[in-house]
Structure formats: C-alpha cells, structure tokens
C-alpha cells in the first residue's frame, strides 16, 4: 500500500484508501497526502491527493457532538440529489457509515475550484461592481435551490416540513443546553419569546441551514458550489434568509476573525436588497422576517456556543475559536431586539 507524505489529524490515509480502493478500484494512483481545509469550526474538511487526481473527504469535528448535528449520510445525500439540478453542489463518489475506518462517518467527493470569500479585504480587489454582482448571485443563489421541489429529487421524506419552527425554536434550546457549561443572559427570555410568536410557516422546501458566502465557491463572478450542507433539511426557507441576514449583520460587531466581515465589501448588496431580490425571485411572504432573524440569532448562539464548548474542552482543529465565545451574549440581546422590529 503506498505510504502517506502528510497525515493531518482525524484522518488515517491508510484506512481511508482501503475503503476507497474497494469502492473506486483503480482511482488512486500514487502515495496520498493530505491537508486540513482552513475555515470550517464544525465538520472537517479535508483535500486528499495522489498527485494525480484529488479528492475533498467530510467528516464530523473530534471530540464533543451534539445530537443530531455532523450527519455524514445526510450531508452526502442532499448534495447527491442535487447533483442534476440548477443548485452548483461538488460531484458525490462515496460515502463511509462505519466509524472503524477513520474513526467517523465520512464521504467524499469531487474538488471544485473556486474561492470562499470570507473577507471584505479579499474582495476589495474586485471592485464594488464585481462584489455587488457576486453578493447578487448568491442571493439568487438560495432562492434557486429553494426553488427545488424536494419530491422530484428524491428527497420527498428528507425532513417534516409540518411544525418545522416549533421544532426548530425546541432543537436550538436543547443543543444550546448540550453545551451549558456557563451562564447565558437573556437566553431562556429569547427562547420564550420565539416559543410564543411563531408564524405561519412559507411554503416548504429544501433548507441549506448555514448558507452564506464563505460556505460558497465562487470563480468570474458566477456560484460554482455550495458546500457545508450539514444542517440541511426540509422546512422552511426563510430560515435560511434570515441567517444570512444575521451572518452579515455580525460583521458589524467586534468579533476579530470569528466572523466573517465580507457583507461590509464595498458594493456588497445590503439586507434590504437581498430582501427585495429573494421575493421576487421567490414569491414569498417575507412580512414575519422578525421572527425568523430573531431565531437566526438564537440558532447561531446556539451554535457559537457548542463551538465554544468544544473549544474550551481542546477538541476543535485549527485556528480561530478565541473569539467565538464572546459572541454568544450579543447575539442572544440581537435575537430579543429583532423579535420587536
């Protein structure tokens, strides 16, 4: 078996590419390397090379995992089936349910090029057209992949769109007790609050759950995929409106390199945009968005907070996560103010 030049944590390349040559027999050529893909806090991301060809491998973060979050199969599913679609997702090759191979679940998939951007510096040199254009194509985007009927891809029984806002304002409370290691004010209030004004739900369809540009690939200005579909359900998509609208409103605090700040590019479409933009592309009722960003702000919270846990404990991988716990308080006072706009 060829030997391994690199080997970075959470990945066994020798028992990886036992699995891989018995599903893809012929496709690795050479001695494997691997490197760690800087910019996930959640699932790790890896990308995988003979020298010939190369391959991106998912799989869940060490140590410390929440109920029902980092659900390989899922993730490799949702991608699968939108493969034929509209939607620009990586090509899927397989997927690994049996923990013994590296230690979790995992699945692989092809390498689309393209850059993340996180930063407004790193949009900057595009100049504010490009940039307005890119923030634009990302918003259509989202409305395209809500567009999906989730029936005719196979994905009919993918999630229970029916009381999918209640379930989501429950789910969040209990992944944010999941992590309970400190006192959070203004958490149990904000948790009431949603549990008490919940809306008639938007047509249902197929959610990403954390959509955002730096969870897109983007090369000449055009979406070449959308990654990180860990959290993808069905429900309701205006979930996935108002976190992107939240995740552009954080670049406002002062969060240090824990949030990305690219919404504050020069020539990046601002909330009410992107508002106007996704209603006609979509045609829905956006008059409830208060609850939804306030549940935005809650889920994130929510999220911050299990990667602070993880954090603190020494199970997260790379760089990036002191900042993070300091974010969960303000987001929480964020979800209250919004609830009352």
């Given at each position: 078996m060829p030997g391994t030049d690199t080997e970075p944590p959470g990945l066994d390349l020798a028992r990886f590419q036992e699995f891989f040559d018995g599903v893809r027999p012929g496709a690795i050529t050479g001695p494997l390397r691997a490197s760690l893909i800087a910019g996930g806090k959640s699932n790790l991301t890896y990308e995988v090379t003979d020298g010939t060809s190369t391959w991106i491998v998912r799989r869940p973060p060490l140590g410390?995992?929440?109920?029902?979050?980092?659900?390989?199969?899922?993730?490799?599913?949702?991608?699968?089936?939108?493969?034929?679609?509209?939607?620009?997702v990586p090509?899927?090759?397989?997927?690994?349910?049996?923990?013994?191979?590296?230690?979790?679940?995992?699945?692989?998939?092809?390498?689309?090029?393209?850059?993340p951007y996180r930063h407004a510096a790193e949009l900057a040199p595009l100049g504010a057209e490009?940039?307005?254009?890119?923030?634009?194509?990302?918003?259509?985007t989202l409305a395209t992949l809500h567009d999906v009927d989730p029936h005719a891809v196979g994905l009919g029984d993918f999630g229970r769109p029916e009381g999918f806002l209640a379930r989501q304002v429950r789910r969040w409370k209990k992944q944010l007790d999941a992590s309970h290691m400190r006192d959070l004010p203004g958490a149990e209030q904000l948790h009431d609050a949603l549990a008490a004004s919940v809306p008639a739900e938007s047509a249902p369809g197929i959610v990403h759950g954390d959509f955002r540009l730096d969870n897109l690939l983007v090369e000449d200005d055009q979406v070449t995929a959308v990654l990180d579909w860990e959290m993808a359900t069905l429900g309701d998509p205006l979930t996935d409106v108002a976190l992107?609208?939240?995740?552009?409103?954080?670049?406002?605090?002062?969060?240090?390199?824990?949030?990305?700040?690219?919404?504050?590019?020069?020539?990046?479409a601002d909330a009410d945009e992107m508002l106007v933009r996704y209603a006609a592309h979509s045609g829905r009722d956006l008059a409830a968005m208060g609850f939804y960003l306030g549940?935005?702000?809650?889920?994130?919270?929510?999220?911050?907070?299990?990667?602070?846990?993880?954090?603190?404990?020494?199970?997260?991988?790379?760089?990036?996560?002191d900042a993070v716990g300091d974010l969960v308080v303000p987001l929480i006072d964020a979800g209250l103010a919004a609830l009352k706009e």
């Open positions: 410390h995992v929440l109920a029902t979050a980092h659900d390989m199969g899922r993730e490799y599913r949702v991608i699968t089936a939108l493969w034929p679609t509209d939607v620009p090509e899927t090759y397989a997927h690994c349910a049996d923990d013994d191979v590296i230690g979790a679940p995992f699945y692989v998939m092809s390498k689309v090029t393209g850059t490009r940039t307005h254009e890119i923030s634009l194509r990302m918003i259509d992107l609208l939240v995740y552009q409103r954080m670049a406002e605090l002062d969060a240090g390199d824990a949030v990305a700040d690219v919404a504050t590019a020069p020539g990046f549940l935005a702000y809650f889920k994130l919270a929510a999220i911050l907070e299990g990667i602070h846990y993880r954090h603190t404990h020494g199970q997260t991988v790379g760089e990036g996560f």
